[in-house]
């Protein structure tokens, strides 16, 4: 894998993704297309989905489609469950809240655990909410909640839910390679996520790992679908295919990724990520910035969210970072957007590159207060 080499004129982004792509995956997404109605085509997705098995930790099943994120979500709730189905949703965040939505959109009971921005779910609420509602259908967690920097343990919900008929389904679209995930060892029935995070490419493409149980559970569900019906992808990834035109580029270079991903392995890379994340916490606070998360141990290493620094709005600090120095930083969400920074930790950086951000932002916030003055 090359350098982060940012084009001329293109800016530097640190954000929970999408950042920048390095050049070597950029040119694989450039690539010749091929058909994906050929033999070569097959032979591509079946590579891939292998590849893709060793970067969840997983012997068990692999699917992708062509989509973001969110919709990723989507298809993990209506492939599963039937109108009326009780579920518990950890909301931890914006993230959590967008769960909450899908499953009333479907019309499912859902028992909510609600908890401040800033902290993860607490496990003594789920085994009591457990016990309070036995005919819970499945849990869902935002394994890296994007909005407040918070990881959520996903092994100890496992082990609530392994030897059960309830299915653990868990969004880890920005935590997936970032932080440390193992869908067989922890248990987990689903785990969904997308191309433009920790996967370095830009968005369109989104990947399933599914247990056993969740396959079964596909034959059962009567939730409306048509697109995202996960019993069609089964049928079709034995031919080689999807039941649509997949963004082929996109998989030509998740083929590409993969192989740089599991060369260097992926706990190094995920430990990669955590040393940057420990250098930018450490260098955001020599700057005055507080970090938001105050647990170390709930601490994600996609995402590092502080507050702002008195007399610098936050908002006009990242938008004389971007208009001067060409330097994407995320702001908060919802309700903390004007008093929060975002600084995304999923690109691929090296320290320099974190050493570039800190010194043009000691210069931007130098010139926000002259301004401001
Ligand atoms: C980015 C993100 C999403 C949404 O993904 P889109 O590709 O924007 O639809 C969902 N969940 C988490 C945790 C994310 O970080």
């Not at 290493?301 to 938008?319: A, H, S």
């Amino acid at each position: 894998m090359t350098e982060l080499t940012i084009p001329k004129g293109g800016k530097h982004i640190f954000a929970p993704g999408p950042t920048n792509v390095p050049a070597d995956i950029r040119r694989e997404v450039a690539r010749d297309l091929i058909h994906h109605v050929t033999p070569e085509y097959a032979e591509l997705l079946w590579k891939v989905t292998d590849k893709l098995k060793k970067v969840f930790k997983t012997e068990q099943y692999v699917l992708s489609t062509t989509a973001t994120g969110s919709a990723g979500m989507e298809a993990s709730v209506i492939n599963f469950f039937s109108k009326g189905d009780k579920v518990i949703v950890l909301n931890t965040g914006n993230f959590g809240n967008r769960f909450l939505e899908i499953c009333k959109v479907y019309k499912l009971d859902v028992v909510e655990l609600k908890y401040e921005w800033g902290k993860a779910y607490e496990l003594e609420d789920v085994k009591k909410a457990l016990a309070e509602n036995p005919d819970v259908k499945g849990i869902l967690v935002n394994h890296s909640e994007t909005s407040t920097g918070v990881l959520n343990a996903v092994q100890p919900l496992g082990e609530l839910t392994k030897n059960t008929d309830i299915l653990l389904i868990v969004d880890v679209i920005s935590g997936l390679i970032v932080n440390e995930f193992e869908f067989d060892k922890w248990g987990v029935d689903c785990a969904v996520a997308a191309s433009q995070k920790g996967f370095l490419l830009p968005p369109g493409l989104i990947y399933f790992a599914l247990s056993k149980k969740a396959k079964k559970a596909t034959e059962t569900s009567d939730l409306p679908k048509f697109y995202f019906d996960f019993k069609r992808y089964f049928q079709f990834l034995e031919m080689g295919r999807h039941p649509q035109t997949p963004a082929i580029n996109l998989v030509i270079a998740t083929d590409y990724v993969c192989d740089y991903l599991l060369e260097r392995t992926i706990e190094k890379v995920t430990a990669h990520h955590k040393m940057l994340r420990e250098y930018i916490e450490s260098e955001l606070v020599k700057l005055g910035f507080k970090l938001f998360v105050e647990d170390e141990s709930t601490r994600s290493n996609t995402v590092i969210p502080v507050w702002g620094i008195e007399g610098i709005p936050c908002n006009d600090l990242r938008k004389q970072l971007s208009e001067k120095h060409n330097i994407v930083v995320a702001g908060g969400y919802g309700y903390l957007q004007p008093d929060m920074l975002r600084v995304g930790n999923i690109g691929k950086y090296e320290i320099s590159d974190i050493d570039f951000l800190i010194s043009n932002m000691k210069m931007a916030i130098e010139e926000v207060r002259a301004e401001n003055k």
